[in-house]
């Protein structure tokens, strides 16, 4: 199973950038997916999560308005938009996988351990 990330990069304050996660390996539309962050001298943090489906997202509250997570199971891609950025949304961001074909994402997909595999994530830089 390999996930790769993309479109990460440095936009000025107020931006907006679209990540990507492409995968491999797995059959897509049977994995929960989520997205990670880690910014620099923190721990990663979740940012959000979405069903199998599609039909159901979790997300951070700091993020909850400006990010939107989406999918496309026939490309085998995720995706996270992200729009206003803010200097402190800096960090490498990381999608992971979840097998499981979960209809309702709750609290728990906020934790890593419930991710089996991980990409190498994309840096995303906002300047101020």
């Known amino acids: 199973v390999q996930l790769v990330e993309s479109g990460g990069g440095l936009v000025q304050a107020g931006g907006s950038l679209r990540l990507s996660c492409a995968a491999s390996?797995?059959?897509?539309?049977?994995?929960?997916m989520g997205w990670f962050r880690q910014a620099p001298g923190k721990e990663r943090e979740f940012v959000s999560a979405i069903s199998y489906s599609g039909l159901s997202t979790y997300y951070a509250d700091s993020m909850e308005g400006r990010f939107t997570i989406s999918r496309d199971n026939a490309k085998d891609t995720l995706y996270l938009q992200m729009h206003a950025l803010k200097p402190e949304d800096t960090g490498v961001y990381y999608c992971?996988?979840?097998?499981?074909?979960?209809?309702?994402?709750?609290?728990?997909?906020?934790?890593?351990?419930?991710?089996?595999?991980w990409g190498q994530g994309t840096q995303v830089t906002v300047s101020s």
């Open positions: 390996g797995q059959t897509f539309s049977s994995y929960t």
């Open positions: 992971a996988s979840h097998l499981g074909r979960v209809g309702t994402i709750g609290p728990m997909f906020k934790k890593e351990f419930m991710y089996t595999y």
